[in-house]
């Protein structure tokens, strides 16, 4: 999820990238080598990050060398694991989430297991809590971002609403994420189904779409490289509103000095959904004890709070604590927009068949 730079990946770079990693061996704890079974591998999106000091720790006290795998944005990375799901590329799973859950619950990725800490982990997170199938590790909000610059350069207010992103003032200055492909664009359109709702969100969309909005594959194409309001894009990006993250504003304030009072890019808290991610053993993996141990290692209090200023996502635990920073400077969402679960598993192949005829043609 979420927002340090990360290496940008298209899906065909992801696929073939991440076979030929797992082609290289190091992650089978069963039949392989005593060096390999002291490999565990984490199979990821691109935006999966941790301190190099926390992950030193872990790797010490544990005696295992973690080998991370990245695949693109969540959705592909997903969808990935599942393609490969006879013969695991490797042994945990980090970055699935609510909107993709059902999907490789049902195509059985994942073996249970009951990770350590899971008791300080609010139930409301806990979505698998009968199986244990996977953990839930952090949450964060989808929300369009701006860039404060732009608007006030140009006397416009910036948009505050899903109804504000379809005015003529914010013609052409959208840019939000495929939601076939990625999990932040396919949390917005959520998320206008959970204000429009099932009859709504249609013409919502047709409105976005006459306004300009463009689409592209992922969120670190659109956030490092389109987002006029991210450092990242250094000066070249075109797009002054993008779909991200609550807790994305921090990000750009990290290693400023001084720091500023306010952070140069906001959040239209009117446009949130809810997305909490989960990490899980996946079945078949080769080294079974290895991924436990690193399963307890993300659900741990160190991780935990390493997460906020790593990812830019809230962690999991509710005794973790989070750095000044990212409460000062992030946004805090207090009624984001939602949908049951089980309300997106039954729509959700549709939902996105419907969004896909509707906006990329």
């Not at 920073?325 to 679960?341: E, N, R, S, V, W």
């Amino acid at each position: 999820m979420s927002t340090t730079s990360k290496v940008i990946a298209t899906a065909l770079a992801a696929a073939v990238g991440m076979t030929v990693l797992a082609g290289c061996g190091g992650s089978d704890g069963g039949s392989g080598s005593a060096a390999d079974a002291k490999t565990v591998t984490l199979v990821s999106h691109d935006s999966f990050n941790v301190s190099k000091s926390v992950l030193a720790a872990f790797e010490k006290e544990s005696g295992y060398k973690v080998k991370m795998l990245k695949g693109g944005d969540a959705g592909k990375a997903v969808n990935q694991a599942i393609l490969s799901k006879d013969n695991p590329q490797g042994d945990v799973f980090f970055g699935i989430d609510n909107t993709l859950l059902s999907r490789g619950l049902d195509e059985g990725i994942f073996s249970p297991y009951k990770a350590k800490g899971l008791d300080s982990v609010p139930g409301e997170l806990q979505l698998d809590k009968a199986e244990h199938r996977v953990t839930p590790l952090d949450y964060g909000d989808i929300c369009v971002n701006y860039d404060r610059a732009y608007f006030e350069k140009h006397k416009i207010a910036p948009p505050k609403s899903f109804d504000d992103l379809i005015k003529p003032e914010y013609k052409g200055l959208l840019l939000t994420e495929n939601a076939a492909t990625s999990s932040p664009g396919l949390a917005f359109q959520l998320g206008t189904i959970a204000k429009y709702g099932a009859d709504g969100w249609q013409d919502y969309w047709k409105k976005l779409k006459a306004n300009g909005v463009e689409v592209v594959d992922g969120w670190e194409q659109a956030y490092y490289e389109r987002f006029t309001g991210s450092a990242a894009a250094k000066g070249k990006g075109d797009k002054p509103l993008v779909v991200s993250y609550a807790s994305s504003p921090p990000a750009e304030v990290l290693g400023k000095k001084p720091q500023p009072e306010q952070a140069p890019t906001g959040v239209a808290t009117g446009t949130c959904f809810r997305q909490v991610e989960f990490g899980g053993l996946l079945k078949g993996a080769k080294n079974e004890k290895g991924g436990k141990a690193l399963l307890d290692f993300l659900l741990s209090k160190q991780f935990q709070e390493d997460v906020p200023l790593q990812m830019f996502v809230n962690p999991a635990r509710k005794d973790a604590e989070l750095p000044e920073l990212f409460t000062k400077y992030g946004a805090t969402i207090d009624k984001p927009a939602t949908l049951a679960p089980e309300k997106i598993t039954e729509n959700r192949e549709q939902w996105i068949k419907q969004w896909s005829s509707l906006v990329l043609k």
